[in-house]
Structures are given as structure tokens and as C-alpha cells.
């Protein structure tokens, strides 16, 4: 049972323009989520989180959005570089938990 | 310092083999995890410790057997594995357990 789903297994998109990555979920106790970039050959890297009283979060180039009532988040990059070229992880655990739940993982690549 | 150090990056073991993969960091970090990564999924958790004991345990075959000797060290050795354990093991720690984690670059193992 995949609890979370990252239904597009890639995207690809112009440099400047913006990259949209999501997520379902079907755990509706996970309140806290999470995005991992991982280039190859390197472990996941964290990018940005999210806990489930807030419905936007902000980190420069990147802001994930939460749709609590769809099971849906999203990850926007504006503008994307080819540096962000990479999987994107997305992930999900209860605050009280310790178990972080990924999916299966977006292949992103931003072309010059 | 705000590495996870993994060793060794590659190894190739036959199925009698006995190897061991180790992993520190220096943060001062009090979990430590091992995830299971194969081609094109997401990392499955495997173990995790807290406070050097081990708090987690999903249900992992007893050829791989964990041991945390200190707070800045994990090991998982490696016995008698089936060519199916091929796949990237990741090392990951967090402040306190459920916190944020950081991953190593993991070990690519193969098994002939």
C-alpha cells in the first residue's frame, strides 16, 4: 500500500520558467511533510517542510503548498535553474512519529 | 560539520561473503537510521536507533544486523545476503528521533 504517491515519475521544464512537482497522500494521520532532493550518486538532500496547520510554506526559489482536505501537496520552483535538476522525494510522518514515508520520487530536468 | 560519512561507497560481496557498512557523523545527533533504496523507488526504512539503542526494527531479515557502538557510529553487517539485497543503503541521522534528517551519500552493494 503506497501511502504516498508521486504519480508523475518526470517532468521537464524550461530554465526561468516554473516546476511543479506533486504529492497524494492517503494516510490522513501524517501532519507533517517533507521534500528531498537527490542527485546521482548522493544521499537525499532536505528541502523544504510543511506541517499541516499551515497551508503554504516559503524558502526562496521554493514554496510547497498543502491541500489538507485533497491529501495534496505541491512543490513550486520559480525560476528553475539546471542546477535543480535532480529526483525529488516527497515524504510524510506524523509529528509524534518517527517513520518518514517517501514516494516514489520525481525525475526533474531543466533544460537551458 | 554537517556531513553523514559513508563507507565504503561501492562493494561487491558474494552470497558467503560477511561485510560490514559504517556510518558517522559528528553533529552531535542522537538517531541514526538505515533506509534500503532500490533503482527507481523510494528508501524503505529498515532501522533506527535512539540514544544508541535500537528503537526500530521493520521487520529486516537477520543477515543484516545493525550495531550503534557509540552515538557518532553505525554499522550494519552484512551475512550471507541473496542478490535481491542489491541496492543503495542509506545512513541517515536526526537531532532527536522524528527530527529532520540528513543522509549520507550511501553504499552501492551488489551481490554476485
Known amino acids: 500500500d503506497q501511502q504516498v504517491k508521486q504519480n508523475s515519475p518526470s517532468l521537464s521544464v524550461q530554465e526561468g520558467r516554473i516546476s511543479i512537482l506533486n504529492c497524494d497522500y492517503t494516510n490522513s494521520m501524517f501532519d507533517y511533510f517533507l521534500w528531498y532532493k537527490k542527485y546521482p550518486a548522493e544521499g537525499p538532500t532536505f528541502l523544504i517542510s510543511i506541517s499541516s496547520i499551515k497551508d503554504k510554506n516559503e524558502d526562496g526559489r521554493f514554496t510547497v503548498f498543502l491541500n489538507k482536505s485533497a491529501k495534496h501537496l505541491s512543490l513550486h520552483i520559480v525560476p528553475s535553474q539546471p542546477g535543480d535538476s535532480a529526483v525529488y522525494f516527497c515524504?510524510?510522518?506524523?509529528?509524534?512519529?518517527?517513520?518518514?514515508?517517501f514516494g516514489e520520487g520525481t525525475q526533474l530536468t531543466v533544460n537551458p | 560539520d554537517t556531513e553523514v560519512t559513508q563507507t565504503p561507497k561501492h562493494l561487491v560481496m558474494g552470497m558467503t561473503n560477511k561485510k560490514s557498512l559504517k556510518c558517522e557523523q559528528h553533529m552531535g545527533h542522537r538517531a541514526m537510521y538505515w533506509y534500503k533504496q532500490k533503482a527507481k523507488k523510494p528508501p524503505e526504512l529498515m532501522f533506527v536507533?535512539?540514544?544508541?539503542?535500537?528503537?526500530i526494527n521493520e521487520s529486516v531479515p537477520s543477515r543484516f544486523s545493525p550495531e550503534c557502538p557509540n552515538s557518532s557510529l553505525l554499522n550494519l553487517h552484512l551475512h550471507a545476503l541473496q542478490p535481491e539485497d542489491s541496492a543503495l543503503y542509506l545512513c541517515?541521522?536526526?537531532?532527536?528521533?522524528?527530527?529532520?534528517?540528513?543522509f549520507g551519500s550511501g553504499t552501492q552493494l551488489s551481490v554476485l
Open positions: 536507533y535512539s540514544y544508541e539503542k535500537l528503537s
Open positions: 541517515a541521522s536526526s537531532r532527536l528521533l522524528g527530527e529532520k534528517l540528513f
Open positions: 515524504a510524510a510522518k506524523k509529528t509524534s512519529g518517527s517513520r518518514l514515508t
